[in-house]
């Protein structure tokens, strides 16, 4: 009996590693299709066949060849050239507006609750499964339920994005049809493939979300989750595919120069921006998801009627905005490898973005991030609240305020300013002889290590609030983390004013100690932590909910920002294409070719912005209503370790 | 009359009023100023705030929606605000090329029309001029209002007591004395005159940036520039001088053997029908390389004169070529650095230089340079080496 129920077991842990196996193959499979490799082996393939059609078929007639403008090999035409637009009817049917706008509308809406609804399911899986590997059982109850309660937000929003994608294709059919009619005749075979993976991605979603209660035990528990990776893996190939064709609008592939389609639609899937373009969203939408649900959680605080309503919502913010800024840290580190490559694809389109005409913007981008990095310090020191003991820390609160809005400043002030001739005369010059000093790059790059740096001591400080270091070492620990960020803030400021006194040539080298510095921080600093606070003393329980009211309005600030500098960046990215329909191969010849001023953008912006959000409050609202009798678990008084350090 | 009679219900209605009337206003806003004045946009976001944030405020069940909302629209107008307070610019995109007929044919208008053309297609002035009234120019002086300020300038003191790298276009040409001429000696002697704030880094505004634009790779015609000036009078609404006297202005400024036709060769090779070819081939390196207009944009090592150019890279192709010819971007199909050369010098755009312009290269140099030059320029540029010595120029 006993031998049979540990093969019973026996069994049960096969089915399990045969699940893992399942899970990881699936995970891995946009990878595999990524490879640049398979692009180039698919077109060998079709250049051997075209070969032995050519020598088997005398009779074959002649067929045009064309040059691919990417990959620079030969492939035989088999599409009409690129169309050449002019401002008419035909090409341009517009009403009494401008269609570029209403297109921007319709995309960025699309993309707003597209990222939504691919970035939630990430986390939800992640969260499911750390539930199910929690020995703790009511923590391991909480852990699911969140994931439940993340899943339902994201459930109405999932036919919303479908509306709008409907909205999205009918809008570009009635007001750019030549454009539209070239692009589906070079991408029909991979649009049909991504009509199916979205029926797929439905079919899993709401089985995977009706199926919650019935699958919650045992081996099906697994399979529950394993549909969580497939719908990943779903959603994830669907975003990529419609990547493709945005970043075949920028560095187009598998057509030739007269944009004569070359028969390979890998081809064109596979240009040159797609992967990066791939990896700098999959991460954002985390972000931007994180975001939404703490907005969602902080809605609901506000909202709440009890104390236990409260301490849950408290703490699904909590996890989600330390979802949402765990994967803004890598963010940047993706947005560099992108611009790499746009320098790498062609040089004007790097200068364009970096030093010409949409330069600004990213000084806007800038304030962004500024203002991004102060809300999140000033939500932690909120989250101390939480804790007995914190008190502990709080002296240290209005010193980290005050360095980092001196960074903040510094970070801020413009390299150059704009001036009549007489304010230029007064002033001696383009630069202010004082302030002008903090607007250049060695003082900017040490001003943002140095804010990066401080977010990472709040956090140090959040993470051991409530807890008295019980280690034998704990004080040499303590020296170490003095000494870390203590040589890191000399070290960085050191480095930015010496960067006054060398050559701009040298100087850019400098940023690399600095960066350096600042990871230090951040890995080091958190391993001696979390080292330091094994088996430590807790000075009292995190009480989930007693939180000001303040902090949920710095999520709602976290939220809006993340969302703004979505249609900001996104923005970016379109307009790099200045008057192309597709770069180089189909130029834009309508009304609209030009590119607006940097104002009317984020008027834009702020109008997509705040459009999204108030529908959005308005799913939250329709979330509420059907939630009315869920009894919520008590959790206040019980004892949880933060998140933070938990995953 | 139960209505009238309920005070707070009565004063919900009013203060939902008061919250249409502020979103009506806010939307109006938007309206009338939506492609005009855009920097007022903001303000109906400010409405829009103290709409939600006071409805917020007296409809408690859906308090926490309007309070939040009203956070967001904050937010959300304080970074719109940011952004229409910085500098507004205008992305024009580039016209389709058409050549110069007569331009005499053509009615003050179209002269104009051509000039735009020529303004942001071939003569690239858009790349560091802005045009716009209320632009800032980053690079280089905003042209907007150039026709009445040149007057004024021509009347200056540093303009007449000029103290730059190069204080006249040439020998006995002189320097201008009303706008019409200003406008042609800025264009073919930018370094006569630098407005201030705009010189080379590190000059002292003593040299302008400023490429001569009737010289390659521009190589605007006489007649082009006259176009471009035409659109700088008409598109501020004022009478464009006569064509003559713009031409004279030009002739000025332009000795007869620099300035360039409309079509390169033919029987139209106006001045004293010389060879279209550049060089014979048998010139010492240094004259052959500047002849040859490599000189004006390359930096070439061991040529004396040929060390400050920046429009086109240092030519180590020696060190380069073999990592140009790797690169991703690369289109060519040279399998050594002599094959490299040649391809670049017949078809620039093959591969362009990271940090460098498209389309700056003349493509042209296949039929302007005949076989010999191109051989001595292949044998000396493909021997340079980063961080080598050149090799001896007079023995090559």
Redesign the interface.
């Given at each position: 009996m006993k031998r049979l129920f540990e093969g019973g077991m026996r069994n049960k842990q096969l089915l399990s590693w045969v699940a893992v196996v399942v899970i990881v193959g699936a995970l891995l499979l946009p990878l595999v299709i990524s490879i640049p490799l398979l692009a180039q082996e698919f077109e060998e393939a079709a250049l051997e066949q075209a070969a032995a059609e050519e020598i088997v078929g005398e009779e074959v007639p002649v067929q045009q060849i064309g040059r691919d403008v990417h990959y620079g090999d030969e492939g035989i035409v088999q599409g009409p050239p690129a169309p050449v637009t002019s401002d008419n009817e035909n090409d341009y049917p517009r009403y009494n507006f401008e269609s570029r706008v209403i297109i921007w509308v319709a995309t960025q809406q699309h993309l707003y609750y597209g990222s939504f609804v691919l970035a939630v399911p990430i986390f939800v899986m992640i969260i499911e499964f750390i539930g199910m590997v929690t020995k703790d059982r009511s923590m391991a109850k909480k852990y699911d339920t969140l994931a439940y309660d993340f899943i339902k937000i994201s459930i109405v929003a999932y036919s919303i994005t479908a509306i709008l994608g409907g909205v999205l294709v009918f809008t570009f059919m009635i007001l750019y049809p030549t454009f539209w009619t070239y692009m589906t005749k070079i991408f029909h075979p991979a649009m049909h493939v991504y009509v199916l993976l979205f029926l797929a991605e439905s079919g899993t979603l709401y089985i995977y979300y009706y199926g919650w209660e019935a699958m919650k035990e045992g081996l099906l528990k697994w399979v529950h989750l394993t549909m969580a990776v497939f719908l990943n893996v779903f959603g994830t190939v669907l975003m990529m595919l419609a990547n493709s064709w945005a970043t075949f609008m920028m560095s187009p592939a598998g057509v030739d120069a007269e944009g004569q389609y070359l028969g390979n639609v890998w081809l064109a899937v596979h240009n040159h921006l797609w992967n990066p373009v791939n990896i700098h969203r999959l991460l954002g939408n985390m972000v931007f998801g994180g975001g939404i649900v703490a907005a969602y959680a902080a809605y609901r605080f506000l909202s709440a009627k009890n104390d236990e309503e409260r301490a849950h919502y408290d703490w699904m913010g909590y996890v989600a905005m330390f979802i949402a800024v765990a994967f803004l840290i890598p963010l940047p580190f993706a947005g560099y490898y992108l611009m790499r490559e746009v320098y790498a694809y062609r040089q004007q389109m790097g200068i364009t973005l970096m030093g010409g005409l949409l330069a600004w913007l990213f000084i806007i981008q800038a304030v962004l991030i500024g203002a991004l990095f102060l809300t999140t310090n000033y939500y932690l020191w909120q989250g101390m609240e939480r804790m007995r003991g914190a008190e502990r820390y709080q002296k240290y609160i209005k010193y980290m305020t005050f360095v980092l809005i001196v960074c903040f400043l510094v970070w801020l002030t413009p390299h150059t300013m704009v001036m009549t001739p007489t304010e230029l005369k007064e002033m001696g010059g383009q630069q202010h002889p004082v302030v002008g000093n903090y607007g250049v790059m060695s003082a900017k790059n040490g001003a943002v290590n140095i804010i990066i740096t401080t977010t990472i001591l709040s956090f140090l400080l959040y993470q051991r609030c409530n807890k008295i270091p019980t280690v034998s070492w704990a004080r040499y620990g303590n020296i170490a983390l003095w000494m870390l960020f203590g040589g890191a803030f000399v070290n960085i400021i050191w480095l930015a004013i010496y960067g006054y006194y060398i050559p701009a040539n040298v100087r850019v080298g400098l940023s690399v100690p600095q960066v350096v510095s600042t990871l230090s921080c951040l890995f080091i600093g958190t391993a001696i932590n979390l080292l330091m606070m094994r088996g430590a003393k807790p000075t009292g329980p995190v009480e989930w909910g007693k939180i000001s009211v303040r902090s949920q309005y710095a999520i709602f600030m976290l939220a809006t920002s993340f969302t703004w500098m979505m249609g900001l960046m996104g923005y970016i990215r379109s307009s790099v294409r200045l008057h192309w329909h597709v770069n180089e191969v189909m130029r834009d010849n309508s009304p609209w070719a030009f590119t607006h001023t940097i104002g009317f953008a984020a008027n834009m912006i702020s109008f997509n912005v705040l459009f999204f959000w108030v529908t959005l409050l308005f799913v939250f609202w329709l979330g509420t209503l059907g939630t009315k009798k869920v009894v919520v678990e008590k959790v206040r008084v019980v004892t949880v370790p933060a998140p933070a350090t938990s995953h | 009359m139960d209505l009238l009679k309920n005070k707070p219900l009565l004063f919900k209605l009013w203060i939902g009023l008061l919250g249409a009337i502020l979103v009506l206003l806010a939307l109006n806003n938007y309206r009338v100023n939506f492609?005009g004045n855009?920097?007022l946009?903001?303000v109906s976001?400010g409405l829009?705030t103290a709409a939600t944030f006071m409805l917020g405020i007296y409809f408690q069940k859906v308090?926490?929606?309007m309070?939040?909302?009203a956070?967001?629209?904050v937010?959300?107008?304080a970074?719109?605000g940011?952004?229409?307070w910085?500098?507004?610019?205008?992305?024009?995109?580039?016209a389709l090329e058409e050549s110069v007929e007569d331009i005499t044919s053509l009615s003050p208008q179209e002269l104009a029309d051509l000039g735009e053309k020529l303004t942001f297609g071939k003569g690239k002035c858009s790349l560091c001029h802005v045009f716009g009234s209320s632009e800032?120019g980053?690079r280089a002086p905003n042209m907007f209002g150039l026709a009445a300020r040149a007057n004024e300038i021509v009347q200056l003191d540093s303009y007449k007591n000029r103290d730059t790298i190069q204080t006249v276009a040439y020998d006995g040409s002189g320097i201008a004395e009303n706008a019409v001429e200003y406008m042609a000696e800025s264009h073919a002697c930018p370094n006569c005159y630098v407005s201030p704030?705009y010189g080379k880094r590190g000059t002292n505004d003593r040299e302008s940036p400023m490429p001569a634009i009737h010289k390659p790779p521009l190589s605007l015609t006489i007649d082009e520039m006259v176009a471009i000036d035409t659109w700088m009078y008409v598109r501020e609404g004022l009478d464009a001088p006569p064509i003559d006297d713009m031409r004279l202005a030009y002739e000025k400024f332009i000795p007869e053997d620099e300035r360039p036709q409309a079509s390169a060769g033919g029987e139209e090779a106006g001045s004293g029908g010389e060879n279209p070819l550049l060089t014979t081939g048998n010139e010492p390196l240094p004259d052959l390389f500047e002849k040859a207009q490599c000189t004006i944009c390359h930096i070439i090592p061991g040529i004396p004169g040929a060390d400050d150019a920046d429009f086109g890279p240092e030519l180590y192709v020696k060190t380069s070529a073999p990592k140009r010819m790797k690169?991703?971007?690369y289109?060519g199909a040279a399998s050594s650095v002599q094959e490299y050369i040649l391809e670049s010098i017949m078809d620039p755009n093959l591969y362009?230089?990271?940090?460098?312009?498209?389309d700056l290269m003349p493509d042209d140099f296949g039929t302007t340079l005949n076989a010999k030059t191109l051989f001595r320029i292949i044998n000396y540029i493909s021997q340079l080496e980063e961080g080598k010595t050149p090799p001896d120029y007079e023995k090559m």
């Open positions: - | 492609s855009s920097r946009l903001p976001l829009f308090r926490v929606v309070h939040g909302a956070f967001m629209i937010v959300a107008a970074f719109a940011f952004a229409n910085l500098p507004q610019t205008i992305g024009e995109p580039p800032h980053e704030g690169d991703k971007g289109t362009v230089v990271p940090d460098f312009d498209e």
